[in-house]
């Protein structure tokens, strides 16, 4: 390793999280034992920030303080991947809808009069609608083709 200015060997620094029982421990040290961060921070060679927040976070933990618990920062952040999650797969739903939703002619149900006894009735109205969605299909499927509409 390199020296730096002042002659003696530079901290390692640690990258990455460090475990779960050892943050515990650590901040154990100072909140049972009436230890000082500094002097637990420089024994254990962590950064006193970093030592602090684990303090923090333990006795939010233990009750002692206000604030979210450990355990239900784990359930939000799981929460909140959930709603990404879904809102993508919504997202992929409105554009796939909206994509073959556009080759379909629509059907305008208001244009139709259901005024008189015939077309009143469900099963009639139920054979129209199939009807025009067969129709719209075929539609459809030639215009996919490049077939004129009836010469299938």
Same mark, same amino acid.
């Given at each position: /390793?390199?020296? $730096?200015?002042?002659?003696?060997q530079?901290?390692?620094r640690?990258?990455g #999280?460090?475990?779960k029982?050892?943050r515990? @421990?650590?901040?154990?040290?100072?909140? @049972?034992? *009436?230890?000082?961060?500094? @002097? &637990?921070?420089r024994?254990?060679? &962590? &950064?006193?920030q970093?030592?602090?927040n684990?303090?923090?976070q333990?006795r939010i933990? *233990?009750g002692?303080?206000?604030g979210? +618990? +450990?355990e239900?920062?784990?359930r939000i952040?799981?929460?909140?991947g959930q709603v990404k999650?879904?809102?993508?797969?919504?997202?992929?739903?409105k #554009?796939?809808?909206a994509?073959?939703?556009?080759?379909?002619p629509?059907?305008?149900?208001?244009s &139709?009069?259901? +005024?008189?006894?015939f /077309? $009143?009735?469900?099963?009639a109205?139920? #054979?129209?609608?199939?009807?025009?969605?067969?129709?719209? *299909?075929?539609s459809?499927l030639?215009?996919?083709r490049?077939v004129?509409f009836? /010469?299938?």
């Amino acid at each position: /390793m390199a020296e $730096n200015e002042n002659g003696d060997q530079p901290r390692e620094r640690r990258r990455g #999280r460090y475990p779960k029982e050892f943050r515990r @421990d650590a901040a154990a040290l100072v909140i @049972d034992q *009436r230890r000082t961060i500094v @002097d &637990v921070a420089r024994e254990l060679g &962590v &950064v006193e920030q970093t030592l602090g927040n684990w303090v923090r976070q333990e006795r939010i933990d *233990r009750g002692e303080r206000e604030g979210t +618990s +450990s355990e239900d920062k784990a359930r939000i952040s799981e929460l909140e991947g959930q709603v990404k999650r879904l809102t993508n797969e919504r997202d992929l739903l409105k #554009r796939s809808v909206a994509f073959w939703g556009r080759s379909q002619p629509v059907i305008a149900t208001s244009s &139709v009069n259901f +005024s008189d006894g015939f /077309m $009143n009735s469900s099963v009639a109205r139920g #054979r129209l609608l199939r009807l025009a969605a067969n129709r719209a *299909r075929s539609s459809a499927l030639c215009t996919e083709r490049s077939v004129p509409f009836g /010469m299938y």
